[in-house]
DNA sequence: GGTCTGACTAAAT
DNA sequence: GATTTAGCCAGAC
């Protein structure tokens, strides 16, 4: 029994992120029907299961709005740039270059 | 058991 | 064009 389906839809579309690749919460939000329930995705990610690349999901500037709660502030940097991600001079993702888009 | 906050975003003023 | 309000779901107080 799920927490909610919500969840399961968050966790489901964040798992289908490919390697090096970022989307927003956003975008995760639309993706699911409620583009306003940005809020409960990243509520959503907070629990942190291990399947779900949480990493992976940034605000829509490509800040890692969530790199705090992630278990440090540089490990979600370094994991993205692990993977290949490139960040700019703020510290933000080029979502121009790594923006995954779900369909 | 009601209220507020939170890894956010978009629309309205 | 910049600021404010509203909306979403779940958990914490």
Same mark, same amino acid.
């Given at each position: 029994?799920?927490?909610?389906? =919500?969840?399961?839809? +968050?966790?489901d579309l964040v798992r289908? +992120?490919?390697f090096g690749r970022v989307t927003t919460y956003g975008h995760v939000a639309r993706h699911? @029907?409620?583009g306003q329930s940005a809020r409960v995705v990243g509520w959503a990610l907070n629990q942190c299961p291990p399947d779900v690349p949480?990493?992976? +999901?940034v605000?829509? =500037?490509?800040?890692?709005? @969530?790199?705090?709660? =992630?278990g440090g502030p540089l490990v979600m940097e370094d994991r993205l740039r692990s993977e290949g991600v490139a960040f700019d001079e703020e510290g933000r993702v080029v979502l121009t270059e790594h923006l995954w888009v779900p369909e």
């Open positions: 029994m799920p927490a909610s389906d =919500f969840y399961e839809r +968050v966790y289908l +992120v490919p699911l @029907g409620t949480a990493h992976r +999901v605000n829509r =500037f490509g800040a890692l709005s @969530g790199a705090i709660h =992630f």
